[in-house]
């Protein structure tokens, strides 16, 4: 699934047309956004000039005069709609994924006047509220959410807090931007950038896909490309990572001395050293498999058998064996509740006493939303972009040969007495 939103500028041009199409062809786009059409009448013909697939559906709003205008085209095989509403500020489709994620997509163009873009969040507020099914925006919301998303600008304004204040009620979660840092440019001076388009998702998106945002560069608009995709590359095993949440269990200080000490190398210092957490990572491993074991699938199990005492409880009184039963039940979910806290509190890296306890979809969507911003997807070399896992892996170890390489024959060293300053007393 691969979704393109972009602010055209006008469809009126026909080298403009070409472009969408070429890239919704070399991209393999199912879903186009496309804000600013500045079209007063869109006729399926037009639709036809943009899309290259034989099967499509389609909406649009109609331009005010020269400006807004918004167009919604989709491979029916991916989206299947089954309602929408709109007016000059957005397209809301409400319908399903791949049959099988039924979710709603918002195609917004916000106002450029502060006023009526706090009336467009309220409208969509009052939406979001009459939807259970999670959302996922998409387009040019005229707005930036901190002063280091728009160059030249020093203090937050109005707008800035009623569109986070619009961002908080809707429970959503932007989509780190990758590829560029800014996605709007003033075509005439070239020097004030902002980043005004951007993706906003439900956490329930988060947990379904695993999305990548992509900024494209911008081209025959002041405004750039922006593709919401699924990450489908390979990128080989993954790192080895500690999991502070093991310091938990009883019996892992143990296990761990045990391991280190009956591990006997030969050799200097720094292999012994290597070797030896060599041999640690992978009895980590297998321990974290065979005894620490799936930290959610045991809380779950846990959760479901004491809810099955409680019910039995209800018909009849327990008897000792399941009274006690009982209370070892529910002392295990305590402890597997805060091993899962703790592993969630690592991966999104938060202040446990600001963002509370026992919110794992909190933690799951911060985790997701950290690793997509920390990830490395493609390095450029050169003029040349390297994009595939098995290339950029290269690249990234022949920079660190080249970094870390011995150029000096003769390395300099340093003779002499050197005295101790330790109870010197010109200090």
């Not at 922006?226 to 500690?242: A, K």
């Not at 006997?264 to 640690?280: M, P, T, V």
């Not at 498999?289 to 930290?295: A, N, P, Q």
């Amino acid at each position: 699934m691969k979704i393109l939103s972009w602010n055209c500028r006008g469809l009126g041009r026909r080298e403009k047309k070409c472009k969408i199409r070429s890239m919704i062809i070399d991209r393999k786009i199912d879903i186009v956004l496309l804000q600013e059409t500045k079209l007063s009448s869109c006729t399926e013909i037009d639709v036809k000039a943009l899309w290259p697939k034989a099967r499509m559906d389609y909406t649009y709003v109609d331009s005010d005069g020269n400006s807004g205008g918004l167009l919604c085209i989709w491979d029916p095989g991916t989206f299947q709609l089954s309602d929408c509403c709109c007016n000059r500020s957005f397209i809301l489709l409400s319908g399903t994924i791949l049959n099988s994620f039924e979710c709603v997509l918002v195609n917004v163009y916000a106002p450029n006047v502060v006023d009526r873009r706090r009336k467009l969040w309220d409208t969509l507020v009052r939406l979001k509220s009459a939807s259970s099914k999670p959302w996922c925006l998409g387009g040019d919301f005229n707005e930036i959410r901190c002063v280091g998303e728009r160059i030249g600008c020093s203090r937050r304004h109005r707008g800035m807090l009623d569109f986070n204040s619009f961002i908080e009620s809707c429970e959503l979660s932007e989509v780190p931007l990758l590829g560029r840092k800014y996605t709007w440019c003033s075509a005439q001076e070239g020097v004030k950038w902002s980043k005004l388009d951007r993706f906003l998702v439900n956490p329930e998106w988060l947990e379904v896909f695993k999305l990548k945002l992509w900024g494209l560069p911008r081209i025959l608009s002041d405004h750039c490309p922006l593709i919401l995709m699924e990450e489908e590359r390979d990128w080989g095993p993954r790192p080895f990572r500690f999991i502070n949440a093991w310091l938990l269990h009883h019996q892992f200080s143990t296990f761990f001395e045990k391991v280190w000490k009956e591990a006997r190398i030969d050799g200097w210092a720094g292999f012994i050293l290597q070797s030896k957490l060599k041999l640690l990572r992978e009895a980590l491993r297998n321990w974290n498999k065979e005894v620490f074991g799936d930290v959610s699938a045991k809380l779950k199990n846990a959760k479901e058998e004491l809810n099955n005492l409680d019910l039995l409880a209800k018909t009849r009184a327990l008897v000792d064996s399941e009274k006690a039963r009982r209370n070892v039940v529910n002392s295990e979910v305590w402890k597997l509740s805060r091993k899962a806290e703790w592993i969630w509190l690592q991966k999104a890296r938060l202040d446990w006493a600001l963002k509370g306890d026992k919110n794992t979809r909190y933690f799951h969507v911060m985790a997701t939303s950290r690793q997509s911003k920390n990830g490395l997807y493609s390095v450029t070399v050169g003029d040349r972009v390297v994009e595939d896992p098995g290339e950029v892996k290269l690249e990234v170890c022949n920079h660190f040969k080249k970094h870390f390489s011995e150029d000096w024959k003769v390395r300099p060293s340093l003779d002499g007495v050197f005295r101790s300053v330790r109870n010197s007393h010109d200090i």
